[in-house]
């Protein structure tokens, strides 16, 4: 370039020697170039220059590029892996397990070597399915555990690119369990949506019924729209959507239902039942989770069945990551009046599993035909001493008309929870403080103390509406006595007031006072609520 500079060769000539040197190290060659000198890969383009009448002029010519001499590469070895590739088999499988997906799936692509082991280790994909997603616990279809695990991964991302990843859980949830497609609507012979909407200001949008034929028929109802099925609302928790549960209900088809020759139409009493449930838990926040209970008003017609269950359902999972946040779906299962006592009394997710275990219905149908499965002696023998070895785990109860007031001796009762001025001065006035509820908690009452105060646990009554708690305390003396904080009545159980209450209380309006408790009255009666 310098001896060009100074022959006098034009700026052009400077400007092409630089162009040719750019390209020369990227091994591009100039687009004049002819066809032929394209086509040879290994030149490069070099500078050289003549002299004529007319001065110095730069021109191209194609130099040879200079080949190092191959070596022979192992295809079946990666030099920066090789240390591992010496490792056993077993070693290398316990360092790959420690990787997430991702890491996995980039790690397959590193050599031949690794991409058979990912491939042809099922335990491997297995353990990261039943990591990722809890709820797999089997493989589905004839697929591989690698399969589930790609299968569940275009799942989820389906659900997270989704306008409304609610409602598109829910819909994978019905296609993975009866392979209903998430936008199908209706179809007479597996299933129908039954609409609700939101016209008529209802918390559930739909009702989905699925007529299941295989194993014991019977008629499944899926809820949507307890949890957010379109947009996340911003006032809600980031971790859970809506109220975090989808209701499912299964009914026993009758014998005419199983004998119709033509497609037949579920029962609609269990929509306005399923329905009124819904509107329970958005008046009271009272949210059903696994292992609740709840009693009927009045038993079913022509049934036995007088009060709910609560537990997972069986089958629907929602298993994936939801930008809505998680749900899951509950079942409600009915019971008979000594069922939901000894269930309440021992352990009710364990009473459920008895249960379906012993009268083959693992699905938890509900049958309003059948008859108490304490009606088998073997089976009421076994939850007898099961509850007198374990006691309750039940320690909570959902109270909806409850509430405490202090009744002064001479100015009548006022109500502690409204009166702040009365509530610092209770302790100094004389009176005496009055529980009042309702008489059907009673029995509970009575069972929570049988199987908690018994076996030295407490329990506690829950008005969320109000928002207070009633708590029942063993107590640590033989004395017991009663406290008051804020929103909390407190009451320390002793023995002999457990014994008491045992013995005097009964589902009947009026009022209970125990010599083992003083300046306390229990009122049973019927509240508004």
Same mark, same amino acid.
């Given at each position: 370039?310098?001896?060009?500079?100074?022959? !006098?060769?034009?700026?052009?000539?400077?400007?092409?020697?630089?162009?040719?040197?750019?390209?020369?190290? @990227?091994?591009?060659?100039?687009?004049?170039?002819?066809?032929?000198?394209?086509?040879?890969?290994?030149?490069?383009?070099?500078?050289?220059?003549?002299? /004529?009448?007319? !001065?110095?002029?730069?021109?191209?010519?194609?130099?040879?590029?200079?080949?190092?001499?191959?070596?022979?590469?192992?295809?079946?070895?990666?030099?920066?892996?090789?240390?591992?590739?010496?490792?056993?088999?077993?070693?290398?499988?316990?360092?790959?397990?420690?990787?997430?997906?991702?890491?996995?799936?980039?790690?397959?692509?590193?050599?031949?070597?690794?991409?058979?082991?990912?491939?042809?280790?099922?335990?491997?994909?297995?353990?990261?399915?039943?990591?990722?997603?809890?709820?797999?616990?089997?493989?589905?279809?004839? @697929?591989?555990?690698?399969?589930?695990?790609?299968?569940?991964?275009?799942?989820?991302?389906?659900?997270?690119?989704?306008?409304?990843?609610?409602?598109?859980?829910?819909?994978?949830?019905?296609?993975?369990?009866?392979?209903?497609?998430?936008?199908?609507?209706?179809?007479?012979?597996?299933?129908?949506?039954?609409?609700?909407?939101?016209?008529?200001?209802?918390?559930?949008?739909?009702?989905?019924?699925?007529?299941?034929?295989? !194993?014991?028929?019977?008629?499944?109802?899926?809820?949507?729209?307890?949890?957010?099925?379109?947009?996340?609302?911003?006032?809600?928790?980031?971790?859970?959507?809506?109220?975090?549960?989808?209701?499912?209900? @299964?009914?026993?088809?009758?014998?005419?239902?199983?004998?119709?020759?033509?497609?037949?139409?579920?029962?609609?009493?269990?929509?306005?039942?399923?329905?009124?449930?819904?509107?329970?838990?958005?008046?009271?926040?009272?949210?059903?989770?696994?292992?609740?209970?709840?009693?009927?008003?009045?038993?079913?017609?022509?049934?036995?069945?007088?009060?709910?269950?609560?537990?997972?359902?069986?089958?629907?999972?929602?298993?994936?990551?939801?930008?809505?946040?998680?749900?899951?779906?509950?079942?409600?299962?009915?019971?008979?009046?000594?069922?939901?006592?000894?269930?309440?009394?021992?352990?009710?997710?364990?009473?459920?599993?008895?249960?379906?275990?012993?009268?083959?219905?693992?699905?938890?149908?509900?049958?309003?035909?059948?008859?108490?499965?304490?009606?088998?002696?073997?089976?009421?023998?076994?939850?007898?001493?099961?509850?007198?070895?374990?006691?309750?785990?039940?320690?909570?109860?959902?109270?909806?008309?409850? $509430?405490?007031?202090?009744?002064?001796?001479?100015? !009548?009762?006022?109500?502690?929870?409204?009166?702040?001025?009365?509530?610092?001065?209770?302790?100094?006035?004389?009176? $005496?403080?009055?529980?009042?509820?309702?008489?059907?908690?009673?029995?509970?009452?009575?069972?929570?103390?049988?199987?908690?105060?018994?076996?030295?646990?407490?329990?506690?009554?829950?008005?969320?509406?109000?928002?207070?708690?009633?708590?029942?305390?063993?107590?640590?003396?033989?004395?017991?006595?009663?406290?008051?904080?804020?929103?909390?009545?407190?009451?320390?159980?002793?023995?002999?007031?457990?014994?008491?209450?045992?013995?005097?209380?009964?589902?009947?309006?009026?009022?209970?006072?125990?010599?083992?408790?003083? /300046?306390?009255?229990?009122?049973?009666?019927?509240?508004?609520?």
């Amino acid at each position: 370039t310098k001896r060009l500079k100074e022959n !006098g060769s034009g700026l052009v000539l400077f400007r092409a020697h630089l162009l040719c040197i750019t390209m020369s190290h @990227r091994n591009v060659e100039p687009n004049h170039l002819n066809s032929r000198k394209r086509k040879q890969k290994s030149k490069v383009c070099d500078i050289r220059e003549n002299q /004529n009448e007319k !001065g110095y002029h730069a021109y191209l010519d194609i130099v040879p590029k200079k080949q190092k001499p191959l070596q022979e590469k192992d295809k079946t070895r990666n030099s920066f892996f090789e240390p591992f590739q010496d490792l056993p088999l077993e070693v290398q499988i316990m360092i790959i397990t420690q990787l997430d997906q991702k890491d996995l799936v980039q790690f397959s692509r590193i050599s031949r070597h690794w991409n058979q082991i990912l491939t042809n280790n099922d335990q491997l994909w297995q353990n990261l399915c039943r990591k990722r997603w809890p709820g797999v616990t089997i493989r589905s279809k004839g @697929r591989s555990w690698l399969e589930m695990v790609q299968h569940h991964h275009r799942i989820e991302t389906s659900i997270q690119a989704s306008p409304y990843p609610g409602a598109a859980a829910i819909g994978y949830a019905l296609e993975e369990a009866y392979g209903i497609h998430p936008d199908s609507s209706h179809d007479s012979q597996a299933h129908y949506h039954s609409p609700l909407g939101r016209r008529n200001q209802e918390p559930v949008d739909t009702i989905t019924i699925v007529s299941c034929d295989t !194993g014991r028929p019977h008629w499944h109802y899926i809820t949507w729209g307890l949890s957010e099925l379109n947009e996340k609302d911003p006032n809600n928790p980031a971790e859970v959507s809506g109220w975090g549960i989808e209701l499912s209900f @299964r009914l026993a088809k009758t014998p005419e239902e199983i004998n119709e020759t033509e497609a037949t139409k579920a029962p609609d009493w269990p929509i306005h039942f399923v329905q009124s449930l819904a509107r329970y838990i958005c008046r009271s926040s009272n949210v059903f989770g696994n292992g609740d209970h709840m009693p009927l008003s009045k038993p079913w017609p022509s049934s036995k069945i007088s009060a709910l269950l609560f537990t997972t359902d069986p089958i629907l999972k929602n298993e994936w990551k939801n930008p809505n946040g998680d749900f899951q779906f509950i079942q409600i299962f009915g019971v008979t009046d000594d069922e939901v006592e000894a269930a309440v009394s021992w352990n009710k997710k364990s009473f459920l599993q008895l249960m379906a275990k012993h009268t083959n219905n693992e699905l938890l149908i509900t049958d309003l035909s059948r008859q108490s499965v304490l009606d088998n002696v073997e089976i009421a023998r076994l939850l007898k001493l099961k509850t007198e070895q374990e006691g309750s785990t039940q320690g909570l109860l959902f109270v909806e008309k409850m $509430r405490y007031l202090w009744e002064a001796s001479e100015d !009548g009762h006022v109500d502690v929870e409204t009166e702040d001025e009365e509530m610092a001065s209770v302790d100094d006035a004389a009176g $005496r403080m009055v529980l009042e509820i309702p008489p059907m908690v009673i029995p509970d009452l009575l069972k929570m103390l049988k199987g908690r105060i018994f076996f030295h646990r407490d329990f506690f009554l829950v008005n969320s509406v109000a928002d207070f708690v009633v708590s029942f305390l063993p107590s640590m003396t033989t004395k017991s006595r009663w406290d008051l904080d804020a929103n909390q009545l407190t009451i320390f159980v002793s023995y002999e007031l457990a014994l008491q209450l045992q013995a005097g209380l009964v589902s009947e309006l009026g009022e209970y006072q125990f010599a083992d408790l003083d /300046n306390f009255t229990l009122r049973i009666v019927e509240l508004n609520p």
